[in-house]
């Protein structure tokens, strides 16, 4: 058998790299939530979600608007969220991210963060609902601290993204 010159490995190994990078970081930030953190409610901030925003909103031509679909079965399947949930909510953030591309024309980080605390707190208000956590001010008091952890560690999810993006486009 021919054995491959090493640029030529890379250049088979290169398609790979770019696809799996982004995809497995989701699933990998989707998994951390599952490792022992011990509070009376929920602190950690929804990671894999937060991963697939930052991805979207910096690369939006890596991912067809149906990757909601898998990325969101896993989520559910660690987080202990009720199966199909993550599945439904991020697919509609992905059409929701898509009809906004569309509509705005320029878009700088105070925007984009904006945006995405907005896909955040939607997504963790109707996760509670489809919990069924409570009445609707039992909710809003125990999603905020996740709510606020999410928010401020956006630019860190954002930045995480971004030196992914870097490292899987370099040879």
Known sequence: MAR?????ETLI???VKMRLVPTL????ASALVTLPFDAAFPMLPPLGFMMLISWRMLRADIWPIWIGIPLGLFDDLVSGQPVGSAVALWTVAMLAMEAIDRR????DFGIDWLLAATALFVYLLAGALLA???DMMQI?????????????LLPPAMRVAAMLDGW???L
Do not use: D, N, T
């Open 132 to 134: 069924r956590a409570g």
């Open 13 to 15: 190994a290169l398609p």
């Open 140 to 152: 809003l008091q125990l999603i905020f601290p996740q709510l606020a952890w999410s928010a401020m």
């Open 168 to 170: 899987r486009r370099r």
């Open 25 to 28: 970081s989701v699933l990998v």
């Open 104 to 107: 705005i024309v320029w878009r």
């Open 4 to 8: 491959l010159l090493p640029a030529e």
